[in-house]
């Protein structure tokens, strides 16, 4: 299943090209980055990990609780990330009662700059900024690929995960969002 989820997206860091491979011919059409959902972690809680907010302070997706969470965590760097993140802000203004968090998994001395930077440029209505430059909450869900969605219900639950973008303006994700009750 890792394999799969390798696939889904951007990957956290990229293989290192081995001596005797030979490079593909590249597709004659763009491809779209797979999806997986994955709904084997249903009903666990939410992990411990901790992540920075804007102003350097420290969060945990327990500070959250009480209202459904939809956490995705993205990179600057990664193209399928940039793409829904729009759709994201939408979302949030959209539910109220679902708190969309976006977590940026830009690491680094610069990774905060490169994220208030994106945000800035985006001039999102109804996301805020946080961090995980050490990837704390990527390890915490077993993944090395972006974006990665995890839906949690209001106790902090979770009810899937998704490795891969979609596009959260569309009815597939107003049904998989409603999952959270």
Not at 60 to 82: H, S
Not at 95 to 104: C, D, G
Not at 136 to 152: G, K, Q, R, Y
């Amino acid at each position: 299943m890792l394999a799969l989820a390798v696939l889904a997206g951007c990957r956290k860091a990229p293989p290192e090209p081995q001596a005797n491979q030979t490079a593909a011919a590249p597709p004659s059409k763009p491809e779209q980055p797979a999806q997986l959902l994955d709904r084997s972690a249903a009903g666990k809680p939410a992990p411990t990990a901790s992540f920075r907010k804007a102003d350097g302070s420290t969060a945990r997706l327990a500070d959250f609780r009480g209202k459904p969470v939809l956490l995705n965590l993205w990179a600057t760097w990664c193209v399928p990330c940039i793409t829904e993140m729009p759709q994201l802000d939408k979302l949030a203004g959209q539910h109220k009662a679902l708190q969309v968090i976006t977590v940026s998994q830009d690491s680094g001395d610069d990774g905060m700059r490169k994220a208030a930077e994106f945000f800035a440029r985006k001039k999102f209505a109804n996301l805020k900024l946080y961090l995980d430059p050490d990837g704390a909450l990527m390890d915490s869900f077993s993944t090395a690929s972006l974006p990665t969605t995890v839906l949690f219900d209001k106790d902090g639950k979770e009810v899937w995960r998704m490795m891969g973008p979609e596009d959260w303006t569309g009815k597939k994700a107003a049904e998989l969002v409603a999952e959270a009750g």
